[in-house]
């Protein structure tokens, strides 16, 4: 199995990307190939998932070690295939489908596509307490679940600022009620001024 890809990505279309390392194109379907848009072109790291049936060879591919997990964890669910699982990633934030799953919160799982109330009950039934949130690492280090804040990091992350420097902004922003765009605007100012 492939743990991971480095290659510089070559395609993007609406299911899959292709990265290319070493002369070889390896189509990788994930759960949102467009969020690769911003390295398009540049080397990455693709964490990967490689999906063997007697009728289908796939590779997976996703941002982080903990999404692959989410994934091969959703994959165990009894009604879950790939497929059902990239959708469940592509329609969710990993944190949330988390959350829903240890609160046994059917209607958000059900908002999923394909995903009805006997399959939902099912992912509760075989994921509840096993997808530890501070064990993977899935929520980020401010320790606070705040979609706009997180929106906001990653955005940061992908206009090309280091880690560091998103984390030193952190706990300035992380008492705040704003939009992704309000954090954005005000983690800018804070870097700017140093």
Avoid at 79 to 108: M, V
Avoid at 135 to 160: S, Y
């Amino acid at each position: 199995m492939f743990d991971y890809i480095i290659g510089k990505i070559s395609h993007i279309s609406s299911k899959c990307i292709v990265i290319e390392t070493h002369g070889v194109g390896y189509q990788v379907l994930c759960a949102n190939p467009f969020l690769y848009q911003d390295v398009f072109g540049e080397e990455t790291t693709i964490f990967t998932y490689h999906y063997v049936r007697e009728d289908l060879m796939a590779l997976y591919g996703f941002k982080s070690r903990e999404e692959r997990e989410l994934f091969i964890q959703l994959l165990s669910v009894s009604g879950i295939g790939p497929k059902g699982g990239l959708a469940i990633l592509a329609s969710g934030r990993p944190e949330s489908i988390i959350q829903a799953i240890d609160s046994e919160n059917e209607s958000y799982l059900t908002k999923f596509p394909g995903i009805g109330k006997k399959t939902a009950r099912q992912i509760i039934l075989d994921l509840k307490g096993k997808l530890d949130q501070t064990k993977t690492g899935l929520f980020n280090d401010h320790g606070v679940q705040n979609d706009g804040l997180d929106e906001a990091l990653e955005a940061l992350k992908a206009l090309g600022y280091s880690d560091k420097e998103v984390k030193r902004v952190v706990p300035k922003l992380k008492d705040k009620d704003y939009t992704a765009e309000q954090y954005i605007k005000e983690a800018l100012k804070l870097m700017l001024n140093g």
